[in-house]
């Protein structure tokens, strides 16, 4: 029997078994992925020592999620469970909500959202990136973008990362206009323009001017040169241009984040009406800049530790706490160095840096970032809020490492990780 079948006609077989394996195998996996975010039946009550609801640490209170939300947050002893009920007890643990980072790079290093899922950021702005309508949010990281980055022609970002997905260079005000327009058109929540010449001592995006950029091919090898051969600023949008784009985008509901550094950028996004600082600055700010800045209800994203080695950065942390500032947590995922999840050393630079307590630096990544996205329940515990929920054994306040490898993770009521007790 086997002498009459022809190679030909084998090897079809083997073929037909094989894509067959293949997709029972593609079906299996499927099911198993689904049902490891499989959303809580009817209703999943949460028991923890302590509850941060995105603006205050609580003591014994429990939280009950349904239909993919917060249903209820009251005292244990207040609910009573029922058949349809599912509990996980976290014991002596810490839940909050998940955190919300506001400067993000996915498409930098191709950062897996499930990566950054997992390690406790729920939400992202990806600030410099392909602009896409929102999405995620239900078993999936929430995504929210800008966009490219508006620029000048050759200037930042262009000059050393190219503009492929990550800029756009315009000439004039009604190119710029046009490029607000488009990105809204396209999803973008916010846009993003760069002020940035370059050279500031510290920054890793300046290795372009001779400084180090974390090992980058570019970075000069000899600083010594480089005050006799200092190369000339990248050049940045005029101040009508950013006017023109800041008015647009506000036409359009839409906030303009600048990514600024030193006190050229800083003064032209301040005489434009620029809302947001993408970063605390690099080099040291005139006291007198950032105190219009504070006049101005400027929010200013920290940044604090891809940002750390700047020569001007704690001194503006400070002076920017001192004048009551808004500072809110973004640590630039997919920078060298920066975590792909929650950054502790972020959290611990507000702290010590900005002279923020514990829960100043927890609301600046929940409850503010998701006010300052026009999300208002995003980042909170309570009733309506998305059910996107972390929580960590212990107290963040004696183990505030543990929060980048959270033992519970939800997203829109879907478990994600769960290293705690499992659901009755």
């Known amino acids: 029997m086997w002498s009459r079948i022809s190679a030909g006609k084998y090897f079809d077989c083997l073929h037909y078994t094989r894509y067959l394996f293949a997709v029972v195998l593609m079906f299996f996996l499927s099911l198993v992925h689904a049902l490891a975010q499989e959303p ?20 014994g209170l429990s939280v009950l999620v349904k239909n993919g939300r917060i249903a209820e947050i009251k005292p244990r002893a207040s609910f009573k469970a029922d058949d349809e009920m599912k509990i996980i007890d976290l014991g002596d643990a810490t839940l909050l909500p998940g955190f919300i980072e506001l400067h993000a790079h996915l498409s930098y290093q191709k950062v ?34 800008s966009g490219p980055i508006i620029t000048a022609p050759h200037g930042y970002p262009i ?5 492929e997905n990550i800029a756009i260079a315009v000439t004039g005000e009604e190119e710029a206009r046009a490029a607000v327009r488009r990105l809204i058109d396209q999803g973008a929540v916010v846009i993003k323009i760069a002020l940035e010449p370059g050279g500031e001592t510290g920054a890793p995006w300046s290795s372009h001017h001779g400084h180090a950029h974390h ?34 985008a506000h036409r359009h509901r839409r906030k303009v984040s600048a990514h600024v550094a030193e006190t ?29 800045a504070k006049a101005q209800n400027i929010t200013i994203v920290g940044t604090l530790d891809t940002l750390s080695k700047c020569a001007g950065i704690a001194r503006n942390a400070a002076i920017w706490a001192e004048l009551g500032g808004e500072l809110l947590y973004g640590a630039e995922i997919a920078h060298p160095d920066i975590p792909w999840g929650i950054d502790a050393q972020e959290l611990m630079h507000l702290m ?8 100043d630096a927890l609301r600046a990544a929940t409850a503010k970032a998701g006010q300052h996205l026009g999300l208002p329940l995003l980042g909170t515990i309570q009733p309506g809020a998305p059910a996107d929920l972390i929580a960590i054994q212990g107290n963040p306040a004696q183990h505030l490492k543990r929060l980048e490898y959270p033992g519970l993770v939800i997203s829109g009521g879907r478990i994600i990780v769960n290293h705690f007790i499992f659901p009755d």
């Open 40 to 59: 809580v039946s009817s209703a999943l009550l949460l028991h923890a020592a302590r509850v941060f609801d995105g603006n205050e640490m609580r003591n």
């Open 264 to 292: 050229a950028g800083v003064r032209i996004a301040l005489n434009a009406g620029v809302d947001e600082w993408a970063h605390m600055p690099c080099d040291l700010i005139p006291e007198s800049l950032l105190k219009q």
């Open 112 to 145: 897996p959202a499930d990566t950054v899922l997992k390690h406790g950021i729920t939400t992202i702005r990806d600030l410099g990136g392909p602009v896409h309508q929102p999405y995620g949010g239900e078993g999936g990281l929430r995504v929210l973008t």
């Open 352 to 359: 010590h840096m900005a002279k923020m307590k514990l829960p």
């Open 215 to 248: 090992g980058s091919a570019h970075a000069d090898p000899h600083p010594a040169h480089t005050a006799s051969h200092s190369p000339a600023a990248w050049p940045m949008l005029p101040e009508a241009t950013v006017k023109a784009i800041v008015d647009e």
């Open 159 to 163: 000059v050393n990362l190219g503009a």
